[in-house]
């Protein structure tokens, strides 16, 4: 069987042939398939096996067998260089250069009023104070009536109120006499946050000691300096032996505390329905030191929160004895207070969203 034999010379030959030419890995691969599929000519032979003589089978058998591996053998090797000239090719067409500057992810941060606010909250928490949160949609009773808003106030008007629902709406009454209406069922959108106050007393028997960060609106026409929708803080201490002294005590601390160092602080008489008596609370300007400024209209002086002690009739429809407790609250607007922190200008940049503005903060 001189010609079984010289058939798989010649096949090994042209594989060698081939595999010359091979330039890519590609190309060897190729070659695989062609000579070792299955319709390729090693299978071939194997079927023609079946032709020879039984005795001689096994002999060209394994001589068939002996060549697939080899062939396999050849390929494989190829395979390994080429593939990894290939991957360096590609490797050094990929090269990067890492002395180049790296390109800044854009971090996203905190409104600047949730920056103010989680200032401030984190103040009056580390002196003692602890975060109360009330409904956005309250009733009259608790955004007015609870806090001694009297019924002809005109805080409750619906030039400066959303209301949601109304009684008088709902029994179609149009008459003027605010008596007839039945506004404690009345629903609202919370004008201040110390509706929070009248919620908290009816919880908790004193000492109460909350402060409430949060949402407020009024019906305002939108201006460079009053929105619709801006944000208060609002603190209440109720506890036996409450005085003034307190009041003065924690507010000179607080606002050291917020604005930094040494602040020089000036009460002022005021007037609030919930308070009694009520203050108007001022810092030394910020900017100019007193000297004057545009900040401060030229008066030396920035006026930054509401004040006073808790009026008797606040507690008693609390329903705690103003004979025994004493307490003091006081409020701040937080777009006013971050306009003074930063020298804004337009409190309708705060809800603009505009990139520009939001990432100086
Ligand atoms: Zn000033």
């Not at 019924?151 to 008596?179: C, G, I, M, V």
């Not at 429809?317 to 025994?324: A, L, N, Q, T």
Request: charged share 25%.
């Amino acid at each position: 069987m001189a010609s079984f034999h010289q058939s798989v010379g010649a096949l090994r030959n042209a594989f060698l042939e081939e595999l010359k030419e091979a330039i890519h890995s590609k190309d060897v691969e190729n070659l695989k398939v062609k000579y070792l599929g299955k319709k390729g000519p090693i299978q071939a032979l194997m079927v023609s096996l079946k032709n020879i003589d039984a005795s001689e089978r096994p002999k060209f058998g394994k001589e068939i067998n002996d060549l697939k591996e080899e062939l396999i053998s050849h390929c494989d090797h190829s395979l390994a260089r080429m593939k990894g000239d290939e991957q360096n090719i590609r490797l050094q067409g990929e090269w990067i250069d890492i002395t180049l500057p790296g390109r800044k992810g854009k971090v996203g941060r905190l409104h600047p009023i949730t920056q103010v606010m989680n200032r401030i909250v984190d103040i009056l928490v580390g002196m003692g104070f602890s975060v109360q949160l009330g409904p956005d949609v309250d009733t009259d009773y608790y955004n007015f009536g609870g806090l001694n808003f009297a019924l002809d106030h005109p805080a409750r008007d619906a030039q400066d109120t959303f209301y949601l629902y109304t009684e008088r709406d709902a029994k179609n009454d149009d008459s003027e006499d605010r008596s007839n209406r039945g506004i404690m069922a009345d629903l609202l959108l919370r004008t201040h946050t110390s509706n929070v106050q009248v919620h908290a007393m009816e919880k908790h028997a004193p000492p109460i000691r909350i402060i409430a960060p949060g949402r407020c609106f009024r019906n305002e026409d939108i201006s460079a300096r009053s929105h619709v929708f801006f944000h208060q803080v609002e603190g209440v201490y109720i506890d036996k032996g409450v005085t003034f002294r307190d009041l003065f005590a924690t507010m000179d601390e607080f606002l050291g505390k917020l604005l930094g160092g040494k602040v020089e602080t000036r009460y002022r008489p005021s007037y609030f329905p919930f308070v009694e008596p009520g203050l108007e609370v001022d810092v030394r300007c910020i900017s100019c030191d007193g000297e004057g400024c545009r900040i401060c209209k030229e008066t030396g002086w920035l006026e930054v929160l509401g004040a006073g002690m808790v009026h008797p009739n606040v507690l008693k429809m609390g329903k705690i004895d103003p004979e025994v407790y004493s307490g003091y609250a006081w409020g701040m607007g937080i777009e006013r207070l971050t306009m003074l922190l930063y020298d804004i200008r337009d409190i309708r940049l705060f809800t603009e969203n505009d990139i520009r503005f939001l990432a100086q903060f």
